[in-house]
Structure formats: structure tokens, C-alpha cells
Nanobody
């Protein structure tokens, strides 16, 4: 059974940094890409950053230059290093696994709150 285990959310002051981690298990190398999406109440879930198994990355315009996504292929783990955080980055962040075979898998979500 495929599982995604997220960690690293929390409360941080504006301008601060956080690192999110998401470890995938039970996937048998069936990874096309992994990513981080975020959602605030009443709005749709949008991609913040995405990384392909090849290493190609994509970022939402709002996080470019502040967030860095990376993947440890040996550990099937994706990281999101967030810097210069702003109050508008406050959201629930969800890890996503895009598989070559099978539907997407989502993590349980981790809350990130940017507030003084």
C-alpha cells in the first residue's frame, strides 16, 4: 500500500523559514513526479512546487525565488525548503505523488502558519 508521510509544518514569523518533508513508501519506484500543493479554506488546492524524477522543477509564480523543492531518489522523499515566508503562504500543504501507473496519491496535509 502506498503511503505518504509528511512532516515539518508549524508556526513561523514572517521572513522565517521552514522545511517540509514527505516520504513515500510502498511505491516500488513508480514515481513520475512529486510535489507540494497548498490550500486555504474556501479556495482550490494549487501547486506550489513540483519535481519530476528526472529533476526538472516547476514553481508557482508566487513562490519562485523563495521556495526550493528537491528529491532524494534513494529515499523516495521530497523536500520543500521555504524561505522569506509571508502571511499569504499560510495554508495546509499537501504532498502529492504522481505515478506512472495508478492514480495520484496525497498526503494527509500539514499546516503552515506565517504570523507574528
Amino acid at each position: 500500500q502506498v503511503q505518504l508521510v509528511e512532516s515539518g509544518g508549524g508556526l513561523v514569523q514572517p521572513g522565517g523559514s521552514l522545511r517540509l518533508s514527505c516520504a513515500a513508501s510502498g511505491i516500488d519506484n513508480n514515481i513520475r513526479a512529486m510535489g507540494w500543493y497548498r490550500q486555504v479554506p474556501g479556495k482550490q488546492r494549487d501547486v506550489a512546487a513540483r519535481i519530476a524524477r528526472t529533476g526538472n522543477t516547476n514553481y508557482a509564480d508566487s513562490v519562485k525565488g523563495r521556495f526550493t523543492i528537491s528529491m532524494d531518489n534513494a529515499k523516495n522523499t521530497v523536500y520543500l525548503h521555504m524561505t522569506s515566508l509571508k502571511p499569504e503562504d499560510t495554508a495546509v500543504y499537501y504532498c502529492n505523488l504522481d505515478r506512472w501507473f495508478g492514480s495520484d496519491v496525497w498526503g494527509q496535509g500539514t499546516q503552515v502558519t506565517v504570523s507574528s
